[in-house]
Protein backbone atom coordinates (compact mmCIF):
# COMPACT_ATOMS: atom_id res chain seq x y z
CA UNK A 1 0.00 0.00 0.00
CA UNK A 2 1.21 3.66 -0.39
CA UNK A 3 0.09 7.30 -0.18
CA UNK A 4 0.92 10.54 0.80
CA UNK A 5 1.17 10.01 4.53
CA UNK A 6 4.09 9.44 6.48
CA UNK A 7 1.66 6.13 7.91
CA UNK A 8 -1.38 4.18 7.75
CA UNK A 9 -3.20 1.80 9.89
CA UNK A 10 -3.11 -1.12 7.16
CA UNK A 11 -1.65 -3.62 7.59
CA UNK A 12 -0.51 -4.06 4.59
CA UNK A 13 3.49 -2.71 4.06
CA UNK A 14 3.22 1.01 3.45
CA UNK A 15 5.08 3.44 1.32
CA UNK A 16 5.05 7.03 2.20
CA UNK A 17 5.69 8.32 -0.71
CA UNK A 18 7.67 10.98 -1.95
CA UNK A 19 8.10 13.64 -4.85
CA UNK A 20 11.44 12.08 -5.96
CA UNK A 21 9.13 8.54 -5.92
CA UNK A 22 8.23 6.83 -9.45
CA UNK A 23 6.48 4.31 -11.21
CA UNK A 24 8.73 3.85 -14.83
CA UNK A 25 6.22 2.96 -17.30
CA UNK A 26 8.87 3.70 -20.14
CA UNK A 27 9.17 0.29 -22.27
CA UNK A 28 12.97 -0.82 -22.60
CA UNK A 29 13.87 0.93 -19.25
CA UNK A 30 15.50 -1.86 -16.45
CA UNK A 31 13.11 -0.02 -14.11
CA UNK A 32 9.89 -0.87 -16.29
CA UNK A 33 6.82 -1.46 -13.86
CA UNK A 34 8.82 -0.42 -11.06
CA UNK A 35 8.73 1.59 -8.18
CA UNK A 36 11.70 3.55 -7.94
CA UNK A 37 13.75 6.59 -5.90
CA UNK A 38 14.60 9.15 -8.57
CA UNK A 39 17.43 9.69 -6.13
CA UNK A 40 18.23 6.35 -6.07
CA UNK A 41 17.92 5.49 -9.66
CA UNK A 42 18.70 9.37 -11.73
CA UNK A 43 16.74 11.26 -13.55
CA UNK A 44 17.55 9.28 -17.09
CA UNK A 45 15.83 6.47 -15.52
CA UNK A 46 12.79 8.54 -15.13
CA UNK A 47 12.97 10.09 -18.24
CA UNK A 48 9.78 9.78 -20.29
CA UNK A 49 7.52 8.39 -17.29
CA UNK A 50 4.03 9.83 -16.75
CA UNK A 51 3.32 8.08 -13.19
CA UNK A 52 5.19 10.43 -10.51
CA UNK A 53 3.60 9.00 -7.50
CA UNK A 54 3.49 12.20 -5.83
CA UNK A 55 0.97 13.57 -8.21
CA UNK A 56 -0.29 15.90 -5.91
CA UNK A 57 3.10 17.69 -6.31
CA UNK A 58 3.58 16.75 -9.95
CA UNK A 59 0.03 17.12 -11.37
CA UNK A 60 -1.27 20.61 -10.16
CA UNK A 61 -2.58 18.81 -6.35
CA UNK A 62 -3.97 15.61 -8.12
CA UNK A 63 -5.09 13.26 -5.34
CA UNK A 64 -5.52 10.26 -6.53
CA UNK A 65 -2.81 7.95 -4.90
CA UNK A 66 -2.78 10.04 -2.06
CA UNK A 67 -3.79 6.45 -1.05
CA UNK A 68 -3.05 2.81 -3.40
CA UNK A 69 -2.35 -0.32 -3.37
CA UNK A 70 -0.13 -1.43 -5.82
CA UNK A 71 -1.54 -4.61 -7.85
CA UNK A 72 1.62 -6.88 -8.73
CA UNK A 73 0.84 -7.36 -12.36
CA UNK A 74 3.70 -8.01 -14.75
CA UNK A 75 5.97 -8.69 -11.45
CA UNK A 76 8.92 -9.39 -14.15
CA UNK A 77 8.63 -5.91 -16.03
CA UNK A 78 7.52 -7.74 -19.32
CA UNK A 79 7.80 -4.46 -22.00
CA UNK A 80 4.00 -4.50 -23.26
CA UNK A 81 2.58 -6.43 -20.84
CA UNK A 82 1.50 -3.77 -18.21
CA UNK A 83 3.01 -1.57 -16.18
CA UNK A 84 1.76 0.81 -12.84
CA UNK A 85 -1.13 -1.24 -12.02
CA UNK A 86 -2.61 0.05 -8.85
CA UNK A 87 -5.87 0.05 -6.85
CA UNK A 88 -6.51 3.96 -5.95
CA UNK A 89 -8.65 7.20 -5.47
CA UNK A 90 -10.41 8.62 -8.02
CA UNK A 91 -10.69 11.74 -9.55
CA UNK A 92 -13.89 12.21 -10.52
CA UNK A 93 -16.89 9.27 -9.93
CA UNK A 94 -17.26 7.39 -13.41
CA UNK A 95 -14.04 8.65 -14.55
CA UNK A 96 -11.91 6.11 -16.84
CA UNK A 97 -8.52 5.20 -15.58
CA UNK A 98 -5.37 3.81 -17.79
CA UNK A 99 -6.24 -0.09 -16.67
CA UNK A 100 -6.37 0.23 -12.85
CA UNK A 101 -9.33 0.26 -10.49
CA UNK A 102 -10.39 3.46 -8.75
CA UNK A 103 -12.42 4.18 -5.75
CA UNK A 104 -13.83 6.78 -3.44
CA UNK A 105 -12.21 7.27 -0.22
CA UNK A 106 -14.81 5.48 1.60
CA UNK A 107 -14.11 2.80 -0.38
CA UNK A 108 -10.09 2.82 -0.14
CA UNK A 109 -10.22 3.36 3.31
CA UNK A 110 -12.26 -0.23 3.74
CA UNK A 111 -10.13 -1.74 1.98
CA UNK A 112 -6.92 -0.97 3.44
CA UNK A 113 -8.49 -1.55 6.91
CA UNK A 114 -9.63 -4.98 5.48
CA UNK A 115 -6.30 -6.15 3.57
CA UNK A 116 -4.22 -8.70 5.15
CA UNK A 117 -0.85 -9.59 3.57
CA UNK A 118 -0.64 -13.07 5.46
CA UNK A 119 -3.76 -13.91 4.22
CA UNK A 120 -2.50 -13.28 0.61
CA UNK A 121 -4.84 -10.96 -0.85
CA UNK A 122 -5.73 -11.08 -4.55
CA UNK A 123 -7.70 -8.53 -6.81
CA UNK A 124 -10.38 -11.15 -8.67
CA UNK A 125 -12.30 -7.87 -11.05
CA UNK A 126 -15.37 -9.31 -12.72
CA UNK A 127 -19.12 -8.69 -13.87
CA UNK A 128 -21.80 -9.29 -11.14
CA UNK A 129 -23.31 -12.39 -13.01
CA UNK A 130 -19.75 -14.13 -13.05
CA UNK A 131 -18.85 -13.18 -9.40
CA UNK A 132 -22.42 -14.43 -8.51
CA UNK A 133 -21.47 -17.94 -10.54
CA UNK A 134 -18.17 -18.46 -9.12
CA UNK A 135 -18.62 -16.94 -5.71
CA UNK A 136 -18.90 -20.32 -3.84
CA UNK A 137 -16.10 -22.69 -6.21
CA UNK A 138 -13.90 -19.83 -5.61
CA UNK A 139 -14.34 -18.81 -2.01
CA UNK A 140 -15.19 -15.20 -2.55
CA UNK A 141 -16.07 -12.87 -0.24
Same mark, same amino acid.
Given at each position: ??? $? ?7 ? !?? =?????? +? ?9 ? $??? *?? +????VGEQ ?6 ? !???? +?? %? =? ?21 ? #?????? %?????? #???? /? #??? /???? #?????? *? ?10 LVLL !???? $? +? ?9
Amino acid at each position: AFG $YAPTDRTRM !PW =LALEAT +DWCIDVPGSPY $YNR *LV +DRREVGEQAIAGSSE !PMRR +DI %H =LNGDQRYRQGVVIEHNAGGIDGA #GSCIFV %HLWQTP #GQPT /A #GCT /AMDE #GTMRAL *LDWLDPAARPRLVLL !PQIE $Y +DRLRSAWELP
